[in-house]
């Protein structure tokens, strides 16, 4: 299988705004599977289909040790949020080697599709809730980093535009410290 490239910040189609899946066929199929593939291969627990420059709204994750729990999600929709906040370390595999503590409702509920195009809900909280909120604010054209302040944005925008003019943002010599990235 063929993976998909990772686009990185600033690239601005990272801010590209998802569009809905109208139709649920073999081709979503087929996306849904090179995003895990492509997820897996980047080292990463969650990808958006924003994330490899695909405007759809999909959304793939695994957040299991054994990387065998595949979870995805086609149109996402947030139908409720807890009041409890949480705060965790996130990176990203759009930023990648960058991580920074961002505070998130602790438990949300998600309306999504199936495979067969029908409407399901899923509950979640702790690390898979972040994980989802992460993800459907990439389907929104909303990164990790505009959580942090403008000073810290711009200077992980500048080391890694630093990084990619010297060759080493696909290296993972660039990023030591590398762990999963949501």
Known sequence: MEKLEVLHFPDQRLRTKAKKVNKVDQNIKNIIDQMFFTMYE????????????????????????NKDEKIFLINPEIISLSNEMDSMEEGCLSVPGFYETVSRPKSIKVSTLNLKGEETQLEADGLLATCIQHEIDHLDGKLFVDYLSNLKRDRIE?????????????????????????
């Open 42 to 65: 980047e080292k990463g627990i969650g990808l958006a289909a924003t994330q490899v420059n695909i405007h759809k709204r999909i959304i793939v994750i695994d957040i299991s040790e």
């Open 158 to 182: 500048k080391k890694i535009i630093k990084l990619k003019k010297d060759g080493m943002l696909k290296s993972r010599k660039a990023t030591p410290n590398y762990k999963s990235a949501i």
